[in-house]
């Protein structure tokens, strides 16, 4: 490996269970791991397991109140309100521990980062993004991503990075740091008057000394690989190379699959490649190697997540999987007896994701969205949103 990398996994994980027939089922991460283990990327790694995270931790992302909801709610489930009891957040038993321990994750994820024992670190089970302050949405209990951020301001970071590529937007952190500067949110995802949760507008750009440090890029339905790959190029990296974070913090969610069963992208396994290998880039290029990777959505349970966060912890292993490498049989014959639905026999979709780089002109679907970004936020940060070169 070229770079110092920390995973961490614990079977726990799998006890995140909303309800059997929910669309967040732990599944797809005892898949990605058996799949992960079959094909090599895990031999010799040492596997890190974390701690719940503390009540001191969580109070960092969510209020007193709202926890100890979390905490009773089992016990006494009708009127819980703070957005508990709902379809998309039922109660279950053990849902603060199950939600702690995944917070608990990305806080030791960064906790490897800032103590020097890793130059990256990744949390899979993480990258629960929706939940707000006093409330649980989209299947986020507790928002692991602003817990581990918090965290690292409080070790004395001063410029941290968060950029979500899930189809859904990114909500719940960019309002936990909409007025602090100190952390630029970058959200990629499905335009909001088409999906949930309707907002992320380029509009939204922040508040106070903060402005310009919210970017959301907001892309039309049925955009696939070569357009997204244009969209993120034509804004997220100038943006990063002017910011210079100290640590590159992403949410992964592959639900920007064409099979995913939730929204309208359609993005292939080679795509979900070729993004992670771009922040990879980033990671080194604009925050000294510093990334810290977590998880997300992804609900097409059995044929893409798997393969896609293999990928991704194969890139940041740096043990990169061929797209054409053949899934092992012995992967398959584990997630038959979990589904009767067809089964990828390949790490790829035989799909290119070659694009077009962004050049000023709105050749593309997706060129009304970058400029629309650009125009809002560039000129914040002193960068031209109509020159390509910035």
Known sequence: MNARTSVMWTPEFLTYQLSDDHPLNPVRLELMMELSRELGVLDGVDLVAPEPATEADLTRAHTPGYQTAVRSAPEAPFGVGHGLGTADNPI????????????????????????????????????????????????????????????????????????????????????????????????????????????????EFGRGDAEGYAVNVSLPPGTGDAGWLRAFHGVVPSLLEKFQPQVLVTECGADTHAEDPLANLELSVDGHRAIYLALRELAGSTAGGKWLVLGGGGYALYRVVPRSWTHLLAVALDRDVDQDRTIPADWTALAATRTRAPL????????????????????????SAILETRRAVFPLHGLDPDDPRD
């Open 92 to 203: 279950f038993f053990g849902m603060h521990e199950a939600a702690a321990l995944i917070a608990g994750g990305s806080v030791r994820a960064a906790r490897e980062i800032a103590e020097g024992r890793a130059d990256r670190a990744v949390n899979l089970a993480g990258g629960l993004h929706h939940a707000m302050r006093d409330r649980a949405a989209g299947f986020c209990v507790y928002n692991d991503c602003s817990v581990a951020i918090a965290w690292l301001l409080e070790q004395g970071y001063e410029r941290i990075a968060y950029v979500d590529v899930d189809v859904h937007h990114g909500d719940g952190v960019q309002d936990a740091f909409y007025d602090d500067p100190r952390v630029m949110t970058i959200s990629m995802h499905q335009h909001p008057l088409t999906l949930w949760p309707g907002t992320g507008w380029a509009g």
């Open 344 to 367: 990828p026999v390949s790490m790829s979709d035989g799909a290119d994701p070659a694009f077009e780089r962004w050049g000023g002109s709105f050749g593309e679907r997706v060129d």
